[in-house]
């Protein structure tokens, strides 16, 4: 039985006029690729190829990098806009509920604005009042704050004119007289105020006024 020892070197061993014989006359020896291989025979590529498999794996290696850093910007993204929304959601989350109480608050405000003191039960009048004071408590528990309107001037964004009266005694564009409370819900606008604006006579507004 052969030595494996020399079984290797006998395969190592070859004869190269026998192997120009066999691949005929057009052989050439630059045709031949030497490929080094180990001892088991397990082909090694040229320093060359590591080369260029050292950069596509340094570049696959960058290209997953930055799609991973993509991903996270994103998913960061969403995180802080799921956050934000969840916060204005539950910031302004009884707004329905808040707007429909206005309705009672109306008809308490006009109730107390139209009752004959001297006919009207004292203990009736006296519930309603407290009644009152309750749903505004209610209201500044949950951020909901009345908007400065009589006195004040006319702002577009807080207040709805809904009528122009003639005064000599009040500069032009202002809030005369507050029909109906606006209302802030914390930093948003719940309800503007209803009110009657001011505006000089016929003939004396200045130049360059607006009218509203």
């Given amino acids: 039985m052969s030595d494996p020892d020399d079984l290797q070197e006998e395969s190592i061993d070859f004869d190269e006029s026998a192997l120009s014989d066999a691949l005929g006359d057009d052989f050439d020896d630059e045709d031949i690729e030497i490929i080094p291989v180990d001892e088991c025979g397990i082909e090694h ?36 806009r799921a956050a934000r929304d969840k916060a204005e959601l539950a910031r302004y989350a009884n707004e329905s509920i808040l707007n429909e109480l206005l309705t009672s608050v109306d008809n308490l405000e ?34 909901v704050t009345p908007i400065k309107a009589e006195g004040e001037p006319f702002d577009p964004e807080f207040h709805h ?38 505006k000089k006579p016929s003939g004396q507004e200045p130049d360059g006024e607006n009218n509203i």
Avoid at 115 to 127: C, H, I, Q, R, S
């Fill in 161 to 198: 004119a809904v009528a122009h009266l003639e005064s000599d005694d009040v500069d032009s564009n202002m809030v005369v007289a507050e029909l109906r409370k606006g209302f802030m819900y914390n930093d948003k606008l719940l309800r503007a105020s209803m009110v009657s604006v001011s």
């Fill in 45 to 80: 590529p040229c320093e060359e190829d590591e080369g260029d498999q050292v950069e596509k794996l340094r570049k696959e290696a960058d290209e997953a990098r930055d799609e991973y850093l993509r991903l996270y910007a994103e998913f960061d993204n969403y995180k802080k």
């Fill in 110 to 143: 006009i109730a107390l604005k139209h009752v004959d003191e001297e006919e009207t039960n004292k203990a009736f009048l006296d519930g309603v009042q407290m009644t009152l004071r309750e749903l505004y408590r209610t209201f500044e528990k949950f951020g």
